[in-house]
């Protein structure tokens, strides 16, 4: 038996090198909706090349529709796989005889102290999760489906560990991955532990010395407006060097805001842009344009609040609504923009004010609803 090895293919060159080199082996791809029109030819161009090969898919797409890819993968996992990884790898090694059937459901909540963040032994740094789940179950949103809303912390040593490993690299820039950085360590998701995200924000510097940098509110950690108070923003300008933080805004109109479930009004937007701004701060705000439902009155009221955002000092992150799978939105039909809100961010967008792949997901928006 060949000695087993590991790959991080990031290019499909590398994919392909890899299965001609090897006469069997096992493809692990963690599948998110807009990615499954390049899965789909990329699995079947891996089984042209090695038939040999088994494949393990897995990832928010796989857990809301795993019948989309019937029959090109060998096993597909529903829920959080890290309880499962061991075992498909052994199946790999024992030549693939003994896991059945091909839908594998993780019903067990991860515990995340028990995985790092990236595979350190072998060498794989990358940015810390330190929250699981989120609690508001945004209507357009994958993650609460994923992750479940009871939110779950890596603790305080487990990331220190981490970071120190990190620090032996010289990898002293820090970034995080979370649903709402301003919730670490909250108890229910939806209030602040401020002696929490100081420690953690204070061992980390630490940890890195003066000379690391703590990236803290901004992508993949952005920050839920209503989180924004004086004494959070007082922790992150004492400890963050993300110039940009961004906050979820997603709209300006308040009833389109309880309709998506999403627990803030766009007040909270206005308050939490205020005081990140007179902190030292710029600000990126999002906001999702084509959502069900969405009337006239709505867009009026978007346009105002982004025209109020862009003089408060705030730029636009934009995106189109997607009809993820496994959101209480999946069936949804996107809104078709009017062209006087066409108009307003195109103009926005010259100006330097909004930037975004909005075009480009409110064209994919049309093909997920066409193919899942």
Known sequence: MEPASVFFCSKEVELFSALTHHQSGLILISVMTPDCEQVQPLLVKCKSINPQVKICLGGPHISAEPEFFQGLADWMVIGEAENLIQEIISCAINDFSVMNPVILKSNQRVHLDLYPPSPIKLGKYGFIEITRGCPYGCYFCQTSSLFGTDVRHRSLEAIFD??????????????????????????????????????????????????????????????????????SIQILKKFSDSKTLVFGGQTGSNRLLKNLHRGHSREQVFSAVDLAIQNGFQVAVDFIFGLPGEKEEDEKETVKSIQKLIKQGAKIHAHSFLPLPGTRLSDAQPTSMSAFLRHFLGKIARDGFLFGQWQTQEKLAQIIKRDY
């Open 162 to 231: 981490y970071c120190r490993e990190m620090k032996k690299k010289n990898l002293t820039d820090i970034r995080f991955i979370t649903p709402n950085a301003l919730a670490y360590d909250s108890i229910d998701g939806r209030s602040l532990n401020l002696n929490s995200l100081f420690s953690l924000l204070e061992g980390i510097k630490k940890i890195i010395g003066e000379t690391g940098r703590i990236f803290f509110g901004s992508f993949p950690s952005e920050i839920r407006p209503d989180f924004i108070t004086l004494e």
